[in-house]
């Protein structure tokens, strides 16, 4: 069973950035008025932009107590001045074996241009999600500083944190056990954001009507989930960026399996050592428990080897993540990838990915495995995803000719293997690249194509593929297929360059990275300013043009590289 747990480790969306040393908070320069209260920010300048932080808003009650595991609840007000100088507590998550973060974490942040007193400037609003597989990560983080990309195109840049892991999205509807958990809690966070910046942005100098929301990974997978699948957020902001969002990813979607894994996760807490547990639970007692306990049984619940039960026992795909948001019916209504639902509004988008999605992954698997990824151990885990009809089918499966066959999903089909690979990772991260990453989205623009094309007024849909090989080692030298001198353009690459947080870790930046973090950033602002993207051509299936950012020609056909038309638009999720 060891086995099984080295594969698993691949299937948790990870990221490499690390959180933000404490720091004493500075003098507040600018106070504005909100709902809750009067907060001062901090004046910081970015080029000649003189712009305001404001850090550490709380814009929900903390989820403490009885609101442990309910939806959020509209923050408390406050009587003077809140000292906005200062992030707040991240939320719980576990950071090399030891839990950070505080149940209180409710809090977002917002850099805006200084303006004169009463002027009626109103700026674009651009929130962004974080990602972080749903268990880690913070709007907080370094990388998401919103300076340059506010001083960039004159918008107001929003971070949040939500709830994560078993806090944002256990869900129960066990009526054997009497305990109702509603699911999404996350994304319910994440929506009250949105309703905090409708009420209060204007008073920041943003407009309420002009609100772009964008977010990478996870955070992309919950800009899709507010986009396609969850109707009550429609309302709340008029255009979307999906950075790299694994859309082929399928989310839990029957009762019997929520409640199989909170029952999982039930046990998970019993098991504890000197635990003990009631017969029957009730939501009083779990909202009792210390956060200590609910992390660890939290821990349990994740381990690698109950990762892998339950893709193989209890969903398959839509297992592969120990922590996600779920199909409801109540907050979120199908799956994204198969378009908008009933009730959601059809708005101008941004997707794209990176150039080696799958890298990241597969090395991780790589890496417990030994640095010894077999062709079995690589089997194995494919039956265990897609079945064994199936896998065996993608094995198989031959891009290339009678005489000359390629087969890019089989471990015994691998040419130019890098080093740091054996021939069944390489196989493997070809597999996650094309299916989860490439063929997900495409498929998804192409089922939003289809929904509009008899539409007199169809909204605007962009694509990009980023190729700029990193300049630093984003995830350390631990990770060699994502190092810079792998020339791999993994999962999360863009983001200093979206953000333009590129300095934060090399210095000097090269003049090249440096003009493309411009020009990233201006079309991410433009696009939440205009709609529009000059110069990039919509996509559509039919003329799938793409624009590159970064080293290289701009692809023809994202779709026939990744093999989606010759294979996967035939395999589940997508032929269901």
């Not at 698993?8 to 490499?16: C, E, S, V």
Request: aromatic fraction near 10%.
């Amino acid at each position: 069973m060891k086995t099984w747990q080295m594969i698993a480790a691949g299937l948790l969306l990870a990221t490499g950035w690390t959180m933000p040393a404490a720091a004493q908070a500075p003098s507040c320069v600018t106070t504005v008025a909100t709902a809750g209260g009067s907060v001062c920010g901090m004046g910081v300048t970015t080029g000649s932009t003189p712009l305001v932080s404001y850090r550490g808003i709380p814009y929900a009650a903390a989820p403490t107590g009885s609101r442990r595991w309910q939806p959020p609840a509209a923050a408390p007000a406050w009587s003077g001045v809140r000292q906005a100088t200062a992030f707040g507590s991240i939320c719980p998550q576990t950071q090399n074996k030891a839990v950070v973060g505080a149940e209180d974490c409710l809090f977002l942040n917002v850099w805006t241009p200084q303006t004169t007193a009463g002027s009626p400037t109103r700026r674009p609003v651009m929130v962004f999600i974080h990602g972080g597989a749903f268990i880690e990560g913070a709007g907080s983080l370094p990388v998401y500083d919103g300076s340059s990309l506010s001083a960039t195109g004159n918008v107001v840049v929003v971070t949040l944190n939500y709830r994560l892991g078993s806090l944002g999205f256990l869900t129960a509807q066990d009526s054997d056990y009497g305990v109702t958990i509603p699911g999404n809690l996350g994304l319910l966070d994440q929506r009250a954001a949105l309703s905090w910046v409708q009420a209060n942005i204007s008073a920041f100098g943003g407009d309420p009507t002009k609100v772009t929301i964008f977010g990478e990974s996870a955070g992309a997978m919950s800009v899709g989930l507010h986009l396609f699948a969850a109707p009550g957020s429609t309302g709340l902001f008029r255009a979307a960026i999906m950075e790299s969002n694994p859309m082929a990813v399928e989310y839990p979607s029957s009762v019997s399996q929520f409640n199989t894994n909170w029952r999982s996760f039930y046990n998970s807490i019993c098991g504890l050592p000197g635990q003990t547990c009631p017969k029957t639970p009730s939501l009083a007692w779990l909202q009792s428990l210390p956060l200590a306990t609910v992390m660890a049984a939290q821990g349990a619940y994740s381990s690698l080897l109950r990762t892998l039960d339950r893709i193989v026992t209890n969903g398959g795909l839509s297992e592969a993540l120990p922590w996600t948001p779920v199909v409801d019916g109540v907050t979120v209504m199908d799956q994204p990838y198969k378009g908008y639902v009933s009730g959601a509004s059809p708005k101008p988008l941004i997707f794209g990915v990176n150039a080696n999605e799958g890298a990241l992954f597969s090395d991780l698997v790589y890496i417990e495995s030994g640095n010894s990824l077999s062709a079995d151990k690589y089997g194995a885990l494919r039956d265990a995803l897609f079945g064994v009809a199936y896998s065996t089918r993608i094995g198989l499966y031959n891009s290339g000719t009678f005489l000359k066959p390629v087969r890019p999903y089989s471990a015994y089909d691998q040419s130019g293997v890098p080093a740091y690979f054996s021939p069944a990772a390489q196989a493997l991260s070809t597999l996650i690249n094309d299916f989860a990453f490439r063929c997900g989205n495409l498929m998804a623009a192409q089922a939003v194509y289809y929904q509009q094309k008899f539409q007199t007024s169809v909204p605007p849909t962009y694509a990009y593929l980023f190729t700029q090989p990193p300049v630093y080692d984003t995830y350390g030298a631990s990770v060699p297929a994502c190092t810079a001198a792998s020339g791999n353009v993994c999962h999360g690459n863009e983001l200093p360059y979206v953000f333009n947080t590129l300095a934060n870790n090399v210095n000097p930046v090269p003049a090249a990275d440096a003009a493309l973090a411009q020009t990233m950033g201006n079309a991410w602002t433009t696009f939440a300013s205009t709609l529009q993207a000059p110069g990039w051509t919509t996509y559509s299936p039919a003329a799938p043009a793409i624009r590159t950012f970064g080293s290289g020609a701009a692809p023809s056909s994202l779709a026939t590289a990744a093999n989606c038309p010759g294979l996967w638009q035939y395999l589940p999720p997508y032929a269901n």
